[in-house]
């Protein structure tokens, strides 16, 4: 399946509860009171009669499939819930790459980020917002990460691997997975405002 049609099957798809969907297409959301972390990702390939995948590269890798959850703030803004993990970090590709030629850009150019709306942990219910994608095209958001990316590649270079922290970065931050819990891997990952900004979206 090409790009533009997964766009337009989830346009058709917006406003639908994707915890029904789940049901109907038998993903499991809990198994034994633990949470499948990937059943909204692996609804949506359902939906869009993708084979289910963990490398989320439903197009021979021409694409690749994103869910986020989004959630309304108290004022009723909808805002991103959390950041999003883009690719691990390769001290030796990212200190011998420029931008142009990164993995990091050439991820996001693939990816197809889908939008839910988050209500609770119990996942009982959760709308789909809708699609977006990163927009090349766009010469602002375009220069941001790219100085981003080249933040992490010049300390990397300069100051070393070990020294990537997660308050690098306006749009793409370097950090460990999750809270880190000693972990000496490095991943990239989309901030709330790259998520809001593909979205449309105001913090």
Same mark, same amino acid.
């Given at each position: 399946?090409?790009?533009?049609?997964?766009?337009?099957?989830?346009?058709?798809?917006?406003? %639908?509860?994707?915890?029904?969907?789940?049901?109907?297409?038998?993903?499991?959301?809990?198994?034994?009171?633990?949470?499948?972390?990937?059943?909204?990702?692996?609804?949506?390939?359902?939906?869009?009669?993708?084979?289910?995948?963990?490398?989320?590269?439903?197009?021979?890798?021409?694409?690749?499939?994103?869910?986020?959850?989004?959630?309304?703030?108290?004022?009723?803004?909808?805002?991103?819930?959390?950041?999003?993990?883009?690719?691990?970090?390769?001290?030796?590709?990212?200190?011998?790459?420029?931008?142009?030629?990164?993995?990091?850009?050439?991820?996001?150019?693939?990816?197809?980020?889908?939008?839910?709306?988050?209500?609770?942990?119990?996942?009982?219910?959760?709308?789909?917002?809708?699609?977006?994608?990163?927009?090349?095209?766009?010469?602002?958001?375009?220069?941001?990460?790219?100085?981003?990316?080249?933040?992490?590649?010049?300390?990397?270079?300069?100051?070393?691997? %070990?020294?990537?922290?997660?308050?690098?970065?306006?749009?793409?931050?370097?950090?460990?997975?999750?809270?880190?819990?000693?972990?000496?891997?490095?991943?990239?990952?989309?901030?709330?405002?790259?998520?809001?900004?593909?979205?449309?979206?105001?913090?």
């Amino acid at each position: 399946m090409e790009r533009p049609e997964a766009i337009r099957r989830i346009r058709e798809l917006k406003g %639908e509860n994707l915890r029904a969907l789940a049901d109907e297409h038998g993903i499991t959301v809990f198994k034994k009171g633990k949470l499948n972390k990937g059943w909204a990702g692996q609804t949506m390939e359902r939906c869009l009669g993708l084979p289910l995948s963990s490398s989320r590269n439903p197009n021979a890798g021409s694409w690749e499939l994103k869910v986020v959850p989004l959630r309304y703030r108290r004022d009723g803004k909808l805002v991103p819930k959390e950041t999003m993990w883009i690719t691990s970090i390769t001290p030796r590709d990212v200190a011998g790459c420029p931008f142009k030629r990164s993995h990091l850009l050439g991820k996001l150019a693939k990816m197809l980020i889908v939008g839910r709306v988050f209500e609770s942990k119990e996942e009982t219910h959760s709308v789909i917002y809708g699609a977006a994608s990163f927009d090349l095209d766009d010469a602002d958001m375009y220069q941001l990460v790219k100085a981003d990316y080249d933040l992490v590649r010049k300390a990397i270079r300069t100051t070393g691997f %070990e020294s990537l922290t997660g308050r690098m970065g306006v749009l793409i931050q370097p950090r460990t997975k999750g809270v880190g819990h000693g972990s000496t891997t490095r991943a990239f990952y989309a901030r709330k405002a790259f998520i809001s900004h593909v979205f449309g979206l105001r913090l």
